[in-house]
């Protein structure tokens, strides 16, 4: 099993900044693609970002320029810089691992409630 703990979602006003962090523990596992995810209610869960172990990233278009992935692989923590924020991107943000152990699991955090309003 890979547990996963996420942190730093909050209330933020529309143009402001926030960072959420996930760190993956399971050290049987190689931690290979982290990533981040989010639901706004009544739609379905989009893709925010990803990044694979070598550091290639993948962005919603409707995030390009506004939010950075980052990661730490020798400790498997995985980030997600968020600036310019907008009402819209109000959304339950849920970091997202795919680890290996002979075959190739997912695991999903717990969610963290991200709300941009004024």
């Known amino acids: 099993q890979v547990q996963l703990v996420e942190s730093g979602g909050g209330l933020v006003q529309p143009g402001g900044s926030l960072r959420l962090s996930c760190a993956a523990s399971?050290?049987?596992?190689?931690?290979?693609?982290m990533g981040w995810y989010r639901q706004a209610p009544g739609k379905q869960r989009e893709l925010v970002a990803t990044?694979?172990?070598?550091?290639?990233?993948n962005y919603a278009e409707s995030v390009k320029g506004r939010f950075t992935i980052s990661r730490d692989n020798a400790k498997n923590w995985v980030f997600l810089q968020m600036g310019s924020l907008k009402p819209e991107d109000t959304a339950v943000y849920y970091c997202?691992?795919?680890?290996?152990?002979?075959?190739?699991?997912?695991?999903w955090g717990q969610g963290t409630q991200v709300t941009v309003s004024s």
């Open positions: 997202n691992v795919k680890a290996v152990r002979g075959a190739i699991y997912t695991y």
């Open positions: 399971g050290s049987r596992f190689s931690i290979n693609d």
């Open positions: 990044m694979t172990r070598g550091g290639t990233t």
